[in-house]
């Protein structure tokens, strides 16, 4: 066979196909209890769009997604009634906390669920993860102080190790040319999860107060003014947690017998696969890249990753300060929104997202490469987000319909920066390594992303209190600082520190 066309260049259509022929004849053996090898079976019988896959792609990413970012519409008053705070510009503060235990929580075990969806498959590793959900987010909507709110917080982070595993399970379940559909379906089930969870928390906490002839006051919901939201999404978690009974597994588990066979089915998708085909070719013959060559040695994995972290700070910070400043009063620059504008706000943003994710993100991500989208996306943000202040001035049907197209852009930009790197991600590791990469990768945007609402939260309650200073007043100073964070990003998807796969 001639390498050149074996790696995935160019060859004629006709040898493509006959090649593709004869090797489905030729079939080297096929373990008959390997999930790994009925799904590379079922994808050189079907290589069309596995949309039953791709389903439960969306529902078990938007499970994990919810509880995020939930808290954020009612965080404040959540702090407020704890009585923690003792100033009203102190909240904020105290919210950065809460809103960062998750992701530290999740910084911390992130490689060992990638480690343990390697070793024992990612079927058992995202069943635990969303009844973990439905656990620990109850708890939170329960919690009766600052450091109940924590604690749960950070077990929910540390215990839900599923997104990692997913993007994994994304990238094997289908052929190549639908991995960008396949990511695109993840980052828009968990975008939409970014303002959906907000949205519900704004509808739904302190039922007794808008909602008085449901809920009165010394009713459960009334004594928990917070439970409703975080109790609604355990429910469809733990539904979540049923359906993945019927996940199927992507790992080849051989339990020591010859390991040609990942060989086999890497060869039937050469046409359509042919760099994960060379990986394998490497990785047998000893002589190539991925020879015995550690993840974080792997410098397209690893600056794709930083890459991603920032984008991730800057999105995390961003996700806190909206809430925190569309709720905040007029006097301090803020728009005196209530959790129900906010979540209505959110909820026209989570729409847009998917119209957009589904139908153009992939079209753009053929003509222009995930790095182009991903730079665009950065470029588009800044003067966005600089335009939040003079929004602010606005009142009536402009605030409204300025506010929800800024949110709306702004969600859409954000998603498709994530997408193109999950995509490079992905496509920079072989299969047997995707589960700790994709777990790395959580770690490092954890631990960023737990700095980004405890900095967002202190720097939004530092930014209220010099309302009149003469550099970058009030809120001012909040959206340059998101900016320069966007921009540092933005700088780094460029060479030579962003390296791209083979």
């Not at 289908?174 to 695109?184: F, V």
């Not at 969870?197 to 003014?225: H, I, M, T, V, W």
């Not at 702004?410 to 072989?430: D, E, H, M, P, Y």
């Not at 737990?450 to 967002?456: D, H, I, L, S, T």
Request: glycine content about 8%; proline content about 5%; hydrophobic content about 45%.
């Amino acid at each position: 066979m001639n390498k050149k066309w074996f790696w995935g260049h160019k060859a004629p259509p006709e040898k493509m196909a006959d090649s593709r022929e004869a090797l489905l004849k030729k079939q080297i053996k096929v373990y008959e209890n390997c999930p790994g090898c009925k799904i590379d079976e079922l994808k050189a019988s079907n290589p069309g769009i596995p949309f039953k896959h791709f389903f439960y792609l969306w529902i078990v990413v938007l499970s994990a997604a919810l509880p995020i970012s939930s808290l954020f519409p009612f965080l404040y008053f959540m702090i407020r009634d704890f009585h923690i705070a003792k100033r009203e510009e102190d909240i904020g503060y105290y919210a950065g906390y809460v809103g960062s235990a998750y992701m530290f929580g999740r910084a911390l075990t992130s490689v060992l669920w990638g480690m343990v969806a390697d070793r024992y498959g990612r079927k058992p590793v995202i069943m635990m993860g969303t009844i973990m959900v439905a656990i620990f987010n109850t708890l939170f909507g329960l919690s009766t102080n600052f450091w109940m709110a924590v604690t749960t917080r950070f077990l929910l982070g540390s215990l839900c190790g599923v997104l990692g595993p997913m993007r994994a399970y994304a990238s094997e379940v289908c052929c190549k040319e639908y991995q960008a559909l396949g990511m695109s379906i993840i980052s828009t089930s968990w975008g939409l999860g970014l303002v959906m969870g907000p949205a519900l928390g704004g509808f739904l906490a302190q039922p007794a107060e808008k909602y008085p002839n449901l809920f009165s006051k010394d009713s459960l919901f009334g004594r928990f003014p917070y439970l409703l939201p975080c109790l609604l999404i355990s429910i469809f978690a733990l539904g979540v947690s049923v359906v993945c009974c019927w996940l199927p597994e992507t790992l080849h588990m051989h339990y020591g017998q010859n390991k040609e066979l990942d060989d086999s089915f890497d060869l039937l998708e050469a046409p359509a696969n042919g760099s994960d085909v060379k990986e394998k070719f490497y990785k047998n013959e000893g002589t190539g890249p991925t020879s015995q060559q550690s993840l974080l040695k792997n410098w397209p994995l690893m600056s794709s990753i930083i890459v991603y972290c920032v984008f991730q700070l800057h999105d995390m910070a961003y996700a806190e300060i909206f809430s925190l400043w569309a709720i905040s009063p007029r006097k301090y620059g803020g728009l005196s929104y209530s959790t129900v504008d906010v979540g209505e706000v959110l909820a026209i943003s989570g729409f847009g997202l998917l119209l957009f994710q589904l139908f153009l993100y992939p079209l753009m991500e053929r003509i222009l490469g995930p790095i182009m989208v991903s730079r665009i996306g950065a470029v588009l943000s800044i003067p966005l987000l600089s335009s939040y202040p003079l929004i602010a001035m606005l009142s009536g049907l402009s605030l409204s319909l300025w506010i929800n197209c800024a949110s709306i852009l702004k969600n859409v930009l954000c998603v498709s920066i994530t997408t193109g790197l999950f995509l490079l991600q992905n496509r920079a590791v072989t299969q047997e390594q995707r589960g700790a990469a994709n777990g790395i990768s959580m770690s490092a945007m954890s631990l960023f992303k737990a700095v980004g609402p405890a900095a967002g939260g202190s720097l939004f309650s530092w930014s209220q209190k010099r309302q009149n200073a003469s550099f970058l007043p009030g809120d001012w100073m909040v959206f340059f600082v998101l900016n320069l964070i966007e921009a540092i990003g933005l700088l780094m998807t460029f060479q030579p520190f962003l390296a791209l796969p083979d």
